[in-house]
């Protein structure tokens, strides 16, 4: 781009002169405003870490703190208030060498459920970890995958007996495990795909709540679309959304009838007929450039963990930003 910007031009003289340089100044500094701008919009909990990314970031009410999927660490850790840096509490030694994605807290049954995946390029690991909060003993860690079927388990969800639900971004199902890691079966429906082609399907099924209803809620992140899925009769219908929901990552409920999807921009999603119609109320952007990535609930405040972090030395600064939804006027 610059080749032509940069050729040295004669002026008065004879002096050569360019102005690349000072184009490219001015490029980085207003760069550097819109960075600064949009760090400022991500109040909430700074912390430092070990590594780039963070993918997925739960509050864990009885012990006072965040928990974090550190990815490429294949560990998770903890963030508590006023602390300035993370501390990890579990690396499975039997996952080393896979990423750490999706978690969710199980709170009546005092434990954390995690989602295990192989490093990309390779797509043939997936497996479900479930462990004692706070002791951190393991309870299982099964295996979801199939030999020679490509697979990427993103994210997971516990509904009120135990069970547990992943979902698999790249082949677009879920997987059901018993609480005590059975694998129960897979859920495969062709509403999953509503429009073919991998435009369309290259990020499937991502994140996942369950509904105090008694069904499962999931996006399909290239597609948007947001589905309500029936565990006991395998049932999936489309809520039918008025607003976009492509890019959604993580959801969170907030309520019976809101639902945030996190993701560039995250999104606030209200229904008033149990989830079979639903509208895009509302809107917050924060620090666009770290990638919203999922969301969570502490004192009736939503957090959007960020994916990538940010510095120069060996710690990375890593933002679960506080998130004031900005209304929106109701799609048609």
């Known amino acids: 781009m610059c080749g032509g910007c940069c050729r040295r031009q004669s002026g008065p003289g004879g002096r050569r002169r360019g102005w690349c340089g000072p184009f490219l100044a001015v ?3 207003a760069v550097s405003a819109a960075v600064a701008f949009l760090e400022g919009t991500a109040g909430g909990v700074s912390y430092a870490g070990d590594g780039w990314l963070r993918e997925c970031a739960k509050w864990d009410a009885e012990g006072g703190r965040f928990l974090a999927s550190t990815i490429f660490g294949a560990s998770v850790a903890e963030v508590r208030g006023g602390e ?3 501390r990890v509490v579990l690396a499975d030694p039997d996952a080393a060498g896979r990423v750490t994605l999706g978690l969710a807290v199980d709170a009546p049954r005092r434990r954390l459920l995690l989602v295990y995946a192989d490093r990309l390029p390779r797509m043939g690991y997936a497996a479900l970890g479930a462990y004692e909060l706070g002791s951190w003993r393991r309870l299982f860690l099964t295996r979801l995958d199939v030999p ?10 516990a509904d009120e007996d135990g069970n547990a639900y992943v979902t698999d971004a790249l082949g677009s199902k879920i997987w059901k495990v018993s609480p005590d890691g059975a694998l129960l079966g897979v859920i495969r429906n062709a509403t999953f795909t509503q429009r073919p082609g991998a435009l369309h399907n290259l990020v499937g099924l991502n994140g996942i709540v369950y509904h105090p209803n008694g069904y499962l809620l999931v996006v399909h992140t290239s597609g948007g679309e947001l589905f309500k899925v029936d565990p006991k009769t395998e049932t999936v219908r489309v809520v039918k959304v008025r607003g976009s929901l492509k890019r959604g990552d993580g959801l969170e409920l907030l309520s019976a009838t809101r639902l945030v999807v996190a993701g560039p921009p995250s999104r606030l999603v209200e229904s008033s007929d149990d989830w079979e119609t639903a509208s ?5 952007v924060g620090p666009i450039h770290r990638v919203g990535s999922s969301a969570t609930v502490k004192d009736g405040d939503v957090y959007v963990n960020h994916i990538f972090g940010f510095g120069l030395g060996k710690k990375k600064t890593h933002v679960l930003a506080k998130a004031v939804f900005s209304p929106l006027a109701a799609a048609s």
Not at 148 to 157: I, K, L, N, Q, R
Not at 280 to 284: A, E, L, M, P
Request: charged share 25%.
């Open 27 to 29: 490029v980085a500094l």
């Open 280 to 284: 895009v109320t509302g809107q917050y």
């Open 84 to 86: 300035a840096e993370e």
């Open 148 to 157: 020679g079927e490509s697979t990427f388990p993103d994210d997971v969800a």
